[in-house]
């Protein structure tokens, strides 16, 4: 059975920093490409950043040099270190593992940035 448990969420300022972190089961972790998603009310869910086995990143333009994801293959983990959030990135954000037609999805994490 697959899981992808998140963990790291919770209320920022804006202009503050958090780690989102997922961990990994039930797959062999290290050949899936990982992802992170968000889906803000009323919007359709969208990518944040992934990174791919051979640890290659993709970022939404919206993130690039705020946003930071990393995988630690020993662990069975996947990161999102999110600096200088803005209220625009209030979500619920997601894991994701793809690998073909295996497509798995967490259970989401709510941020919220907010003075």
């Known amino acids: 059975q697959v899981q992808l448990v998140e963990s790291g969420g919770g209320l920022v300022q804006p202009g503050g920093s958090l780690r989102l972190s997922c961990a990994a089961s039930g797959i062999i972790f290290s050949i899936y490409t990982m992802g992170w998603y968000r889906q803000a009310p009323g919007k359709q869910r969208e990518l944040v950043a992934a990174i791919t086995q051979g640890r290659r990143t993709n970022y939404a333009d919206s993130v690039k040099g705020r946003f930071t994801i990393s995988r630690d293959n020993a662990k069975n983990t996947v990161s999102l270190q999110m600096n200088s959030l803005k209220p625009e990135d209030t979500a619920v954000y997601y894991c994701?593992?793809?690998?073909?037609?295996?497509?798995?999805w967490g259970q989401g994490t709510q941020i919220t940035v907010s003075s």
């Open positions: 994701n593992a793809l690998l073909g037609t295996g497509n798995y």
